[in-house]
């Protein structure tokens, strides 16, 4: 399924209204603000229809699944929302994520579970707000794509660290860009490792640099990290760093509409995560110029990638860090 | 004392909405503890053990309570069996702290709940040495041992 999907379920005391963009969205945040309520609303209205006295608006169908048999239930439903509440301990299995993986339903996971597994994104991770009329809103929120920055007026940030998620082609580049600048850019060789090596560099200027697209699985605990650093740690987290260049427009840039609304165009049954989906996208428009042919597996940026120009073109989408 | 599990333990109970269902005492409802919880957490008033006024759901029985507060029911009255903990948001942080002021018990956490900025004492029962006592050090032990679960 790929699009926006929206959702209303009203009864007469509740009333929710939020959209899903992409496969995995979770819901999470303090208790008795009505996470379970619509939970149990969806799934009455999945047993007795409209004579539940509940109504849900949705051009497709929208499913509540629970139980030890949740995978025999998920393989029998496509193209549809599926909703699961925190009760379920499925949602951090392995099993779980190979189910995701690939399939063409959105997923709605009610839960504040560590999931490293599913590649959530930073931007669809919300909260329950509002009275009878419920919305969701974002958890973590950017300027530019720094997230939770205390404040706007401290941008842009000046590292004296950068640490990448990854430890290659992103790497690279920020290696390349940190060079000349006095700055130490260290890779974290995963984006579990982040949070661990953060106390190495206590009291330093830290910019952390990581795929939003797929890290929702450790910004909890990197904000309550920035949280406690007085300032002096930062977090930049565009979709990927195949992103940040193609929105450069280093690139080919005639795909934009696949770049600014990829919504519409990441099937979540070909794509896990957007951050594949962006690597397809620019592996795919480089790949008539051999001087810009991105590698599918990352693992050596071209030279026309780190020149100089080339360089000042990709930070001009960076207006959070001063580098 | 608050004793925590990252991860998961044997003989635990994940689903605390279910354990709550089968097995709450309406005596339990009405105590002290209760009224406040459910007023704090819920922004609902206790009438009798089986009639909870809130504002956006009317009149409610205690199984509509939210999971949050079913769980620190239950650490209240199972202090020897090991609830989990994240079904409680971060507002239910400062009520387990109070809690565990007055009685030891175990809980399981699958994410690094938000304890505060005060001081506190956190047995970490992965490593049965180690007490935290702030949110920096609950998170490095957090980070530890849930990854480590993980992987």
């Given at each position: ?198 106390k ?124 | ?118 001081e506190f004492?956190i047995?970490i ?5 180690l007490i935290v006592h702030n949110m920096d050090e609950f998170i490095d032990a957090g ?9």
């Open positions: 399924m790929k699009g926006i999907i929206s959702v209303t379920v009203k009864d007469s005391r509740n009333s929710y209204k939020f959209e899903l963009k992409r496969n995995i969205t979770v819901l999470t945040g303090e208790s008795g603000r009505g996470k379970t309520t619509l939970y149990e609303m969806i799934s009455d209205y999945n047993r007795f229809g409209k004579s539940s006295g509940i109504k849900i608006a949705c051009n497709v169908d929208v499913i509540a699944v629970d139980g030890i048999d949740w995978k025999e239930k998920i393989s029998e439903i496509s193209n549809s929302v599926i909703i699961i509440d925190e009760d379920n301990s499925f949602v951090r299995t392995a099993e779980f994520a190979e189910t995701v993986k690939h399939n063409s339903n959105y997923f709605l996971l009610i839960t504040r579970a560590y999931l490293e597994q599913l590649p959530v994104s930073v931007d669809e991770i919300y909260e329950v707000t509002g009275n009878k009329n419920k919305k969701f809103d974002r958890v973590y929120t950017d300027i530019n794509k720094m997230y939770n920055a205390p404040n706007a007026k401290k941008l842009p940030f000046k590292p004296e660290v950068i640490i990448t998620e990854d430890s290659k082609s992103g790497n690279q580049f920020f290696s390349a860009v940190a060079a000349g600048h006095n700055i130490q850019c260290i890779s974290a060789n995963g984006k579990s490792n982040i949070v661990k090596i953060l190495e560099y206590k009291s330093r200027k830290v910019l952390i640099i990581a795929d939003g697209a797929a890290f929702g699985s450790e910004i909890r605990d990197v904000i309550n990290k920035q949280k406690l650093s007085s300032g002096n740690i930062a977090v930049f987290l565009p979709e990927s760093f195949e992103w940040l260049i193609l929105k450069s427009g280093l690139v080919n840039d005639t795909e934009w509409e696949k770049i600014v609304f990829p919504e519409n165009y990441a099937d979540s049954e070909l794509y896990f995560s957007w951050e594949r989906y962006f690597t397809d996208l620019l592996v795919s428009v480089t790949s008539d110029e051999e001087y810009k042919k991105y590698p599918r597996n990352k693992s050596k940026l071209p030279a026309f990638y780190i020149h100089e120009k080339s360089i000042e073109q990709i930070r001009k989408n960076m207006t959070g860090v001063d580098l | 004392m608050l004793r925590v599990y990252f991860g998961d333990r044997e003989n635990s109970v994940y689903n605390t909405s279910v354990f709550f269902r089968h097995s709450y005492k309406d005596s339990w409802i009405t105590e002290d503890f209760t009224r406040e919880i459910v007023a704090d957490i819920d922004k609902s008033q206790v009438i009798s053990s089986s009639s909870i006024v809130s504002p956006v759901l009317g009149n409610i029985s205690p199984l509509q309570l939210s999971g949050g507060v079913k769980a620190l029911v239950l650490m209240k009255h199972y202090p020897g069996k090991i609830f989990n903990a994240s079904n409680c948001g971060d507002n239910c942080a400062r009520w387990i702290l109070k809690l565990a002021e007055e009685q030891n018990f175990t809980v399981c956490l699958y994410h690094i709940m938000d304890f505060g900025s005060g004492d047995r029962m992965n490593d049965r040495k980070v530890k041992y849930l990854r480590e679960v993980q992987s």
